[in-house]
């Protein structure tokens, strides 16, 4: 309150205490927004996809078909495969195009002539070889696939063999 010739003013006050809040609600906003566009800036890095499989008992084939997502590498994919809870003791190196327990000529991502990314739509196989143990799929075999994309657990799924 400022006294002017013995009266009580206070018109001088509002308009400081005003712009004190509006300062502080500015700078307390900006604050907020910057936090926004740091935690904008720092996407999760690992790819978010789907994939559909199945196992083929006649030919001992596991298909893996990538059905929405974004693009992968497929120097960076690993599959893991077991038959009825059993890891097969040889599992495929991806890409590769002869290996040990399978069947050479993998297709899609899993052979090293495929396009530099697996997308959406595309298929890929690989066939076990008598070789490797368990040596096939029989008829109502539970297959267990894991694929994994770089030290990210992609997709894991359970298929039955049909």
Request: charged share 15%.
């Amino acid at each position: 309150m400022v006294r002017i010739g013995g009266r009580a003013r206070d018109r001088g006050v509002s308009p400081v205490i005003g712009v004190v809040l509006l300062v502080a609600l500015t700078i307390l906003l900006a604050g907020i927004a910057a936090g926004g566009l740091i935690t904008a800036e720092s996407p999760d890095p690992r790819p978010t996809v789907v994939v559909d499989a199945s196992a083929e008992p006649t030919t001992n084939t596991v298909t893996v078909r990538h059905v929405r997502g974004g693009a992968l590498d497929p120097s960076a994919l690993s599959l893991q495969i077991a038959v009825n809870g059993t890891e097969l003791d040889k599992q495929p190196p991806i890409p590769f195009f002869s290996a040990h327990g399978f069947v050479p000529g993998p297709t899609g991502p899993f052979n090293p002539e495929t396009d530099s990314e697996w997308t959406a739509g595309e298929t890929g196989t690989v066939r076990i070889a008598s070789t490797n143990d368990p040596a096939g799929i029989e008829g109502g075999d539970r297959v267990g696939l894991t694929l994994v994309y770089g030290d990210h657990v992609l997709a894991e799924t359970t298929v039955t063999a049909r």
